[in-house]
C-alpha cells in the first residue's frame, strides 16, 4: 500500500489522476488484493470526480467478502443514489453481502433492481439470489427460482444444494442430487462437502460410504474441506474408526479438521484419545478455536474430569483470547451437571458476565433430574421456575418439570405441571427414532400408525419384549416363527 499511495501522489503531480483507468485498476488493486485496504478504497472511490461502474464493482466485491460485508450494500444504495445503473456483476455481490448479514428485505429490493435492469436470466444472478434466499431461509423461494433456471451450472445445483443441507432437509438435497446425476452433471468437490454434511445429519453411513467411494473414483483431490467433511461424517455417523484413519491419512489438516476428530472421538466414549488428540493438535502449532474448545469439554463433560473442565476453560479465554459463547457455558454447566455437582452448576450460571439462555438452564434442569438425590436445597425447583419464565410456551419445559417432580415423589406437582400443558393447549413433541436398513432411512414417530406394515412391526416388538423378560437360564429361546 505504501508503494501506491506513492503512486497516487505521482498522478496527482503529473495532472493523470482523474483518467478512469488508472483510478478503476488503483481500486481494483486497494478492494481485491490481500495486501490492499478497502477503507482507503472506499474513501479514494468517494472523493474521486468521475468514476466508472468497473471502479465501483471492485469495491463493493472487497466488502463483500470481508469481515464487513454491510459496506457492500451500503456502498451500493450509495451508487444507485448517484444515478449509476448497475450490471450483472455488480449484482451477484451485493447480494451476497445481503445474504451474508441475512438481511431478507434488502435482498428482495435487489432482486426486485436485478429484475428492472433486465439481468434476472443471468445465470451467476440467480445463482446469488438462491444462496441469498437459502441463507435467509426461503426455501419455497430457492426451489421456484432454481425450477425457473434455463440454464444451470454445477455452481446452480450447488447452491440449491447447500440451501436444503443447511436448512434441515438433507434427505431434499440428497434427491435433488439424484437430479443432478440423471441431468448428466458431474459433481464437484463442493458438491461433495454438501452431501458428505446431508448424510452426516441423517446419521447415512451408507451413502456415505458410497460417497466417499465415488470421491475416490473419480480421483478428485482430496483436499482440506473434503477431508474434514468425510471425518465429521464418519465420526456423527459412529464410525469413529473410519473418521480417524481419513484423519490419519491427511496430508494437510486445519483447526476444523481437528475439532471434528475430537468431538467425534469425545461424543463416542473416548474422552481421554480426545484430549489427548487435542494436546497433539496444540503440539503442533495449531491454534484452537472456539468448536476445539467446546470439543474438550465435551469431552470432559463425558468422562466427568471437572478440574480439566475448569482449566480448559481458563486456558480458552486466558491463553487464546477466545470470548466465551453461551454455548461454552452451557457446555461447563453439563461439565458440572452430569458430575453432580449442582449447587456449583448453579453458582457457575449465576457468576456468568452474560445473561444465562434458556439453554443452560435446561441442561442444569436435566442435571438436577439425573441427580435427584443429591438436590437437597432445591435448585431444580428453583430452575424449573426460571426457566418457564423464561420460555412458558415450551412443552419440553413442563414435561421436563415434570419428570423431575415424580422423581422427587412429588405426584401432586408433576400432575400440576401436566394439567397446566392441557390447559395452555400445549403438546409434548412426539418423541421419534430412526433406523437405516438397505441404504434408506427409516423414521419412527411415536404415536403414528401410518408407517407401512405397522401391524407386523408391532407383533415382532412383542416377540422382542417378551424374549428379553425371560430368565438368562434359557437361552434357546427365540423369536417364534410366526412372530416373524
Known sequence: MAELRQIHARLHSSGLAGDKFL???MLRFCALSPRGDLSHASTLLLSADDTVLSSWNHVIRGYSQSDFPREATLLFLHMRRHGLTP???????VLKACARIRSLQLGAQVHA????????????????????????????????????????????????????ADNALP????????????????????????????????????????????????????????????????????????????????ALKNVWTWSAMILGLAQHGYASQAIELFQQMKNGSVE?????????????????????GYRFFREMVEEHGIDPTMAHYSAMVDVLGRKGCLHEAYHFIRSMPLEPDAVVWRTLLSACQLHVAKDV?????????ILLKLEPKRSGNYVLASNLYTEEGSWEEAAKARRVMREEGLKKVPGESCVEVGGRICRFISGDESCINFEDICQILDGLKLNMKMPYSYPHVYLTTNVL
Open 87 to 93: 450490471n450483472e456483476f455488480t449484482f451477484p455481490f
Open 113 to 164: 433492481d436485478t429484475l428492472k435492469n433486465g439481468v434476472h436470466p443471468v445465470v451467476y444472478v440467480q445463482n446469488a439470489l438462491m444462496n441469498l434466499y437459502g441463507s435467509c431461509r426461503r426455501i419455497d423461494e430457492v426451489r421456484r427460482l432454481f425450477d425457473g433456471m434455463s440454464l444451470r451450472t454445477v455452481v446452480s445445483w450447488n447452491t440449491v444444494l447447500s440451501a436444503c
Open 377 to 385: 436445597t432445591g435448585i431444580g425447583k428453583d430452575v424449573n421456575r
Open 171 to 250: 434427505e431434499e438435497s440428497i434427491d435433488i442430487f439424484g437430479q443432478m446425476r440423471s441431468c448428466g452433471i458431474e459433481p464437484d468437490q463442493t458438491t461433495h462437502v454438501i452431501l458428505l454434511s446431508a448424510a452426516a445429519e441423517l446419521g447415512c453411513l451408507s451413502f456415505g460410504r458410497w460417497l466417499h467411494g465415488q470421491l475416490i473414483g473419480s480421483k478428485l483431490a482430496l483436499n482440506v474441506q473434503l477431508g474434514t467433511a468425510l471425518v465429521d461424517m464418519y465420526a456423527k455417523c459412529g464410525a469413529v474408526r473410519y473418521a480417524s484413519r481419513v484423519f490419519e491419512r491427511m
Open 23 to 25: 483510478t478503476s485498476e
Open 288 to 308: 484452537p478455536n472456539y468448536v476445539t474448545y467446546l470439543a474438550v469439554l465435551c469431552a470432559c463433560s463425558h468422562a466427568g474430569l471437572v478440574n480439566e
